[in-house]
């Protein structure tokens, strides 16, 4: 085989977080579609341990990324959940913040030409959804009114800003996502926890629930895979932009769990408990997806009601 005709060199794909929900969901989609033979995974872990690397650990994350010079990058690794965050700040700014610094850095130093793909989160803007009368654009302020969201509006920032130093970044501000295998800290599948568990009579046919009067701009999590990916195959996409995930049509917590129960098996009682409500600081959170359909072509393909579902029958191969 003369040097002409050898295959093309496959392109290096790290993705921290791999393991997690969103994470593993899309090394699925990568790997188990038309781009499999195109790109090999480039594991996150310390060439000299072996081990998960931390990314609080700057050394570690710097010699990731010397050795395995990755021409991708998509982070998605950090404390995810606002709960999390808010009882352990400290560790949420060392990890969502400076964590994300020392991979961004890392990325300068070694490849400076790769592609770093950022998953942040709609909960930067918080405060600014109080004041817009529909779904807010990337040019809103950054508001953060709680702890996660502060970690994640001080890194869009600091991503931002090393756009103008090299960092090949596309910024992401994903709205409430939600699919089989999420953890049941967050609310769709807490509901379909409880139903399922229901069912299968391990629990009195009581769901109990917290708040349900908030509106929230829900996707499914293999559309929110879908742009994570579109972003970081594609050459034409200037540095530093930040882009929304979202539908841009809220949808009330309460109807989800109305959703949810039409779904169930069996009848279900709704409950309100106590030790689960929590008031709401923002009725309505959602966002524009105009500029990310504009600039990518991407939109929400996949029916929430097609979501729930998916859920709730996950759930049940648990129990």
């Known amino acids: 085989m003369t040097l002409a005709d050898s295959p093309p060199s496959k392109r290096r794909l790290l993705v921290t977080g791999a393991r997690g929900f969103v994470g593993s969901i899309l090394t699925r989609a990568i790997f188990g579609g038309d781009d499999a033979d195109r790109y090999e995974l480039v594991d996150f872990t310390d060439p000299l341990t072996g081990k998960s690397v931390d990314l609080r650990d700057a050394v570690a994350v710097d010699q990731v990324i010397a050795a395995g010079r990755p021409d991708i990058v998509i982070h998605l ?9 808010r009882s352990q700040p400290e560790q949420a700014w060392a990890v969502n913040v400076m964590g994300t610094f020392h991979l961004a850095q890392a990325v300068l130093t070694h490849v400076p030409k ?17 004041r817009s009368p529909s779904p807010v654009a990337e040019t809103a302020a950054l508001e953060p009114m709680s702890p996660y969201g502060a970690t994640k509006a001080a890194a869009d920032i600091l991503l931002r800003q090393l756009a103008h130093e090299g960092l090949d970044v596309v910024a992401f501000r994903p709205f409430n996502h939600t699919g089989a295998g999420q953890s049941p800290a967050y609310v769709v599948p807490a509901f379909a926890q409880q139903i399922a568990r229901i069912e299968a009579g391990l629990q009195e046919p009581v769901l109990r629930v917290g708040n ?12 929110v895979v879908a742009a994570y990916w579109n972003a970081a195959s594609r050459d034409s996409i200037r540095a530093g932009e930040a882009y929304n995930l979202s539908r841009g049509a809220p949808i009330q917590i309460g109807a989800i ?14 409950e309100i408990d106590p030790a689960r409500y929590v008031a709401n600081d923002i ?29 709730l029958d996950y759930c049940r191969t648990l129990i």
Do not use: C, H, Q
């Not at 349900?212 to 559309?223: C, K, M, P, S």
């Not at 109305?258 to 709704?270: C, F, S």
């Open 257 to 270: 769990l109305e959703m949810l129960t039409g779904l169930a098996r069996v009848p279900v009682k709704i």
């Open 77 to 85: 690794a950090g404390i995810a959940a606002p709960r999390e965050a």
């Open 283 to 311: 009725a309505i959170a959602s966002g524009n997806p105009d500029k990310v359909f504009n600039d990518l072509g991407w939109s929400a393909t996949i029916p929430f009601e097609e979501t729930l579902a998916g859920v």
């Open 212 to 223: 349900l009067e908030a509106w929230r701009d829900f996707l499914d999590v293999r559309d």
């Open 114 to 130: 790769a592609r770093f793909v950022w998953a942040g989160s709609s909960e930067a803007y918080g405060a600014a959804f109080n």
